[in-house]
């Protein structure tokens, strides 16, 4: 094993080593993927980021000591390797490098806790005990190589429509909506929580004149549950705007999010195929549908829901059937929003108030937002609050507040429709449940 020296740099990924450098020498890095001694011949698969790559030593025509090297060699293993290129129909790329060096800077111990070849199958829990090897996997990097480009899409876009990226306090010193779904902590002498939810940072910056604003943060929710769209700890993307309402922030999320599956297909090809995802590029508006409509749908289909309730999980499956790809779910009733949804000026039982919807899947919440003191305050204390523990926020409505309105959006949700993925802990590198806290 060694370091690596300065004659050791890397000239090609695994990717670029293909025939278009047939006959030159290349230095590749990466893990050592499977090894096949056959006696008068080794085979030894290279993994990078990129791809795979075939080292082909004949047994008489490898230097006896480079022969020795490559038959120590164990899987996973790191090393660095300098070779020619050669054509070779069978092999990866269509072409192998025939070794001339190379350096072990990692044994990996065996037997490795999983196998990252994926010819034996490991549950979650196993693969997530041991995420770093899982990672090597191409199927589980190409879910976060779409992930990165998810995420990028959504930060140029806001930057070339004039947003501005905030960034809010995640030490709380109460609820951001109230309830009691909060993540007490220590903080010196005071008891302190993690944040729920940037929403009350943002409308703040409305009345400081930001006019547009985004963030994509980690956001906490203490909630019990268990299930495979539930995690404690998430990834939100943010966004609040000055003199918009609702309808104007729905054609904002709807624009943004076929932005992103565009991008998606053009620039992740290889990770959707890896994943066997045919996405499919939704155009126009998509298709609203309005809380009262929706609650007939869902009795249609004998599952039991009352006006005012929100959706159960059985609701929401029942609704997903009926609907294809993404919509609107709008004109949710105020009781259960939260205090800062703008009620509908002439039908005050119902509010400013959206859900995007992806099937049976709720990736995105949004409203215009009540922008008048008086009336904050008292959607507050109607929700059982005490208005007073909210002055540094309702202070910034003192002095001038615009109209605005906002989405939160659920980054792992949302990856979860690109990648074709039905469990939320795979869209997360290191996901965080009631039950899981490391690694």
Same mark, same amino acid.
């Given at each position: 094993?060694?370091?690596?020296?300065?004659?050791?740099?890397?000239?090609?990924? #695994?990717?670029?080593?293909?025939?278009?450098?047939?006959?030159?020498?290349?230095?590749?890095?990466?893990?050592?993927?499977?090894?096949?001694?056959?006696?008068?011949?080794?085979?030894?698969?290279?993994?990078?980021?990129?791809? $795979?790559?075939?080292?082909?030593?004949?047994?008489?025509?490898?230097?006896?000591?480079?022969?020795?090297?490559?038959?120590?060699?164990?899987?996973?293993?790191?090393?660095?390797?300098?070779?020619?290129? &050669?054509?070779?129909?069978?092999?990866?790329?269509?072409?192998?490098?025939?070794?001339?060096?190379?350096?072990? %800077?990692?044994?990996?111990? &065996?037997?490795?806790?999983?196998?990252?070849?994926?010819?034996?199958?490991?549950?979650?829990?196993?693969?997530?005990?041991?995420?770093?090897?899982?990672?090597?996997?191409?199927?589980?990097?190409?879910?976060?190589? $779409?992930?990165?480009?998810?995420?990028?899409?959504?930060?140029?876009?806001?930057?070339?429509?004039?947003?501005?990226?905030?960034? #809010?306090?995640?030490?709380?010193?109460?609820?951001?909506?109230?309830?009691?779904?909060?993540?007490?902590?220590?903080? %010196?002498?005071?008891?302190?929580?993690?944040?729920?939810?940037?929403?009350?940072?943002?409308?703040?910056?409305?009345?400081?004149?930001?006019?547009?604003?985004?963030?994509?943060?980690?956001?906490?929710?203490?909630?019990?549950?268990?299930?495979?769209?539930?995690?404690?700890?998430?990834?939100? $993307?943010?966004?609040?705007?000055?003199?918009?309402?609702?309808?104007?922030?729905?054609?904002?999320?709807?624009?943004?999010?076929?932005?992103?599956?565009?991008?998606?297909?053009?620039?992740?090809?290889?990770?959707?195929?890896?994943?066997?995802?045919?996405?499919?590029?939704?155009?126009?508006?998509?298709?609203?549908?309005?809380?009262?409509?929706?609650?007939?749908?869902?009795?249609?289909?004998?599952?039991?829901?009352?006006?005012?309730?929100?959706?159960?999980?059985?609701?929401?499956?029942?609704?997903?059937?009926?609907?294809?790809?993404?919509?609107?779910?709008?004109?949710?009733?105020?009781?259960?929003?939260?205090?800062?949804?703008?009620?509908?000026?002439?039908?005050?039982?119902?509010?400013?108030?959206?859900?995007?919807?992806?099937?049976?899947?709720?990736?995105?919440?949004?409203?215009?937002?009540?922008?008048?003191?008086?009336?904050?305050?008292?959607?507050?204390?109607?929700?059982?609050?005490?208005?007073?523990?909210?002055?540094?926020?309702?202070?910034?409505?003192?002095?001038?507040?615009?109209?605005?309105?906002?989405?939160?959006?659920?980054?792992?949700?949302?990856?979860?429709?690109?990648?074709?993925?039905?469990?939320?802990?795979?869209?997360?590198?290191?996901?965080?449940?009631?039950?899981?806290?490391?690694?």
């Amino acid at each position: 094993m060694t370091r690596l020296s300065n004659d050791w740099r890397r000239t090609h990924y #695994t990717k670029d080593a293909n025939e278009s450098v047939t006959g030159k020498e290349v230095t590749v890095m990466g893990w050592i993927h499977e090894i096949r001694d056959l006696g008068g011949i080794v085979f030894v698969l290279i993994r990078d980021k990129k791809g $795979i790559l075939q080292l082909t030593a004949p047994t008489k025509e490898t230097e006896p000591q480079l022969l020795e090297d490559i038959r120590k060699l164990r899987k996973e293993s790191v090393i660095g390797l300098k070779g020619t290129v &050669q054509e070779s129909g069978k092999a990866p790329n269509g072409v192998e490098i025939i070794p001339t060096e190379i350096k072990i %800077f990692s044994l990996a111990n &065996q037997p490795l806790p999983m196998d990252p070849t994926d010819k034996v199958k490991a549950e979650i829990d196993t693969r997530l005990d041991s995420r770093f090897l899982d990672l090597r996997r191409s199927s589980v990097s190409s879910i976060f190589k $779409i992930k990165s480009k998810m995420l990028h899409t959504f930060r140029t876009f806001f930057e070339s429509n004039d947003f501005l990226e905030i960034n #809010t306090p995640k030490l709380v010193a109460s609820a951001t909506e109230g309830g009691t779904e909060l993540f007490p902590i220590t903080y %010196f002498e005071k008891e302190a929580f993690l944040g729920q939810s940037p929403q009350l940072y943002k409308q703040m910056m409305m009345s400081a004149g930001f006019d547009k604003v985004y963030e994509i943060a980690q956001i906490f929710r203490a909630e019990e549950h268990d299930t495979l769209r539930h995690l404690n700890e998430a990834i939100s $993307i943010d966004m609040e705007a000055s003199f918009m309402d609702d309808v104007d922030v729905m054609k904002i999320l709807n624009d943004l999010v076929q932005k992103v599956i565009i991008n998606v297909k053009q620039n992740c090809k290889e990770e959707l195929k890896t994943l066997e995802v045919d996405l499919e590029t939704p155009e126009g508006h998509f298709e609203i549908v309005k809380y009262d409509d929706a609650v007939d749908m869902i009795n249609s289909k004998d599952v039991p829901m009352e006006w005012g309730e929100d959706l159960s999980r059985a609701a929401e499956k029942a609704l997903g059937d009926m609907m294809n790809g993404y919509y609107f779910l709008t004109e949710w009733p105020t009781e259960i929003k939260p205090f800062y949804a703008m009620p509908n000026e002439e039908n005050p039982i119902n509010s400013h108030a959206f859900d995007l919807m992806y099937k049976d899947l709720e990736i995105s919440s949004g409203a215009m937002r009540v922008h008048q003191h008086d009336l904050l305050r008292e959607k507050i204390a109607e929700k059982g609050l005490n208005p007073d523990a909210f002055g540094g926020y309702l202070k910034a409505f003192e002095y001038g507040m615009p109209p605005h309105a906002g989405w939160g959006l659920g980054a792992d949700r949302f990856n979860m429709t690109l990648t074709g993925l039905e469990n939320i802990r795979e869209t997360v590198l290191f996901p965080r449940d009631r039950r899981r806290l490391t690694p």
